[in-house]
């Protein structure tokens, strides 16, 4: 993991004019690390759906080879970074300092291309062997997020004091399958404890049955919506063309433990009316999307509340990796950092885990509002009050042999300490402290 935030800078990518025989254009919008676009220097992409299909079809039942992920993801990034704009990309990358990364952030308009899993493209950055990183969500200095064009950016966003978050897990008696949610609800309670021991104020609640009566009293207020359990995207009208219209929708429990499938359109309401920062959808299929309708799924229609960011998944995630996602994801946008940076820390948790072909680094989707990614700005230092953090340690050890001092102090008059430190291993006999002081206090 890194030891300091990314600071993303914005690469746009637009996608318009989607023909009936699959061609589109791609555009880079506005100033990027590496220069502009000129309007005129668009490109054409030709999407052909028959020949993704089997890919995707493997791909979404975890049949998919490595070496059939990596055609996979070759097409993909043909159609997302086609002739001018890929050389921008490149020379973008080549062009971030120290500490920044790139957002590709894809407007796309084309309703077909929306659904494509963009998280698996591949671009290879060097002639010879094929490298799992030339996968561009599993570069630490790549994002990848949705944008959907509403209205005016989002104003960037004040530091809270307290931060509230609320899970609802839902595993209702009639459903098929069913899931380990206790992973989930461990993770969130281990994630919280962590944050409450680096001094920061967290509240969590947590439904083990979810219900919409304890849902709606829970969310008021709250910060953080987590949601574990199904998800569904299903036929639930016929349009004016006689075409069956599907909506994505999350299943709650009743009373009484049966299913219960909340709409999107009412999640979305109740979420945006509430103020909630950040939506994290862990039920299976909550990131697709319909071809006939822009707001079908229920990720799109929380974004359209102006809900700063949501993660969702576009496949099915196995239990323990969904755990390992939440687990990253929570310790860092808590801690002050992106939710770019706090996803790209969860997929390479899941990848270094889970191994390449287990797909799941690739399905949380981010959808993106928040300017800068920054959901929980950490509050400014206020010098000269006693109850000021005035020493900060924030460090990341890999393998810890004897004893590691983080910082030494000879004396310390007044004020807090605030330390923030990530351990991989600890060997037997090792020992780390954050900050020695020989001296504390007048």
Known sequence: MTANPLTYRDFNIEMTGLQDDGTFTVRVLGQTPGGEMRAADAERAVYQGGSLSRHLGKLQ??????????????KLADLLLPGRVRRLFEDSLRALQEGEGLRLRLRVEALPLAALPWEYAYLQRAAGEEVDSDFLCLQRKVSIARYETIGAPLKPLEAKEKIRIVAALSNPVDHPVALDLGADRRVISAAVEDLKSRAQEVESVILPE????????????????????????????????????????????????????????????????????????????????????????????LVRENIPAVVAMQYGVMDNNAARLIAHLYTR??????????????????????????????????????????????????????????????????????????????????????????????????????????????
């Open 61 to 74: 039942r975890r049949k998919a080879s490595r070496t059939e992920l990596v055609e996979l993801g070759q």
């Open 210 to 301: 979810a219900t919409r009566s304890g849902l709606l009293q829970a969310i008021n207020g709250s910060d953080i919506f987590h949601f574990s359990g199904h998800g569904v995207f299903e036929g639930s009208e016929l349009t004016p063309d006689g075409q069956v219209l599907k909506k994505g929708k999350i299943i709650l429990e009743t009373e009484d433990g049966a299913s219960d499938r909340y709409d999107s359109v009412q999640l979305a309401s109740s979420l945006g009316n509430a103020g909630v920062r950040l939506v994290v959808l862990g039920a299976c299929m909550s990131a697709q999307r319909d071809e006939g309708g822009a707001w079908t799924g229920v990720a799109p229609a």
């Open 333 to 442: 946008v808590l801690g002050g950092y992106s939710i770019d940076e706090a996803v790209s820390e969860g997929r390479l948790a899941v990848y270094t885990h889970a191994g390449l072909e287990n797909r799941d680094w690739g399905v949380p989707v981010l959808y993106l509002r928040a300017a800068d990614g920054v959901l929980f700005p950490v509050p400014p230092v206020e010098v000269g009050t006693s109850e000021s953090p005035l020493v900060v340690v924030q460090r990341r050890l890999g393998t810890v042999r004897g004893e590691d001092v983080g910082a030494e102090i000879g004396e310390m008059l007044s004020g807090r300490l605030l330390v923030q430190e990530e351990i991989d291993v600890v060997e037997a006999g090792g020992k780390t402290v954050g900050v020695k002081i020989d001296r504390f206090g007048g």
